[in-house]
């Protein structure tokens, strides 16, 4: 059977230059009961989804209740596939345009379904709030996922697991405390 939540993991060298988000995804790789995994730029390197690969995505969110975006921040956004993935997967008909639709018939394909978002940023925490150098919290920052599931029937964590300062001299044993939270975490969902 599939475990019921879905981790979707956008980096771009999550298996080169990452040290954060790798960290992250070889302790989700240690409970596969749990936890299935797409790693998109590693399923998409051209950058470019096809049909075979919309319809992979779509089988992969149909089979799961929990959906977490995973990713470092990139310009208080997430990396660029991760867009492109939404584009092409959250079809019409298939996503939205169902309207009076029973949740995960098509159209209404992700409602009743819970999204979260762990993302870690270079940046140090004092600095996403209002007065800070970024002048946003980290919730604000992931409106867009926010609104997005609203848009589409599921809901989102408000609050995103996040690890700050990955380029402030993060420690190993602090990346280490963050791999074991992050798994705290998504256990609470
Ligand atoms: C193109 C690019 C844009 C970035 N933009 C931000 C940003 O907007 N805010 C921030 O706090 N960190 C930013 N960073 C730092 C990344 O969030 C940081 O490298 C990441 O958390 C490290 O994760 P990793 O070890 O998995 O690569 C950016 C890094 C890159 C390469």
Redesign the pocket.
């Given at each position: 059977m599939a475990a019921s939540t879905l981790v979707v993991i956008a980096?771009p060298d999550l298996t080169g230059?990452?040290?954060?988000?790798?960290r992250w995804a070889e302790k989700l790789a240690k409970h596969p009961d749990e936890f299935d995994v797409r790693d998109l730029y590693a399923l998409y390197p051209s950058g470019v989804l096809d049909e075979a690969g919309i319809a992979a995505e779509r089988a992969a969110l149909e089979a799961h209740d929990i959906i977490i975006f995973q990713f470092?921040?990139?310009?208080?956004s997430a990396p660029a596939l991760l867009r492109t993935w939404t584009d092409e997967v959250y079809g019409f008909g298939w996503a939205y345009g169902g309207e009076d639709a029973a949740p995960g018939e098509p159209g209404r394909k992700l409602a009743g379904k819970k999204f979260a978002v762990a993302m870690?940023?270079?940046?140090i925490e004092g600095n996403y709030c209002a007065e800070g150098t970024v002048g946003f919290t980290p919730s604000e920052v992931i409106v867009p996922f926010r609104a997005t599931a609203n848009y589409v029937g599921a809901t989102c964590e408000p609050e995103p697991f996040c690890l700050f300062g990955?380029?402030n001299g993060l420690g190993d044993e602090e990346l280490e405390a963050s791999a074991a939270a992050y798994l705290s975490w998504l256990r609470t969902l």
């Open positions: 980096h230059s990452s040290r954060v988000n790798r470092p921040v990139y310009w208080y870690c940023a270079g940046d990955t380029e």
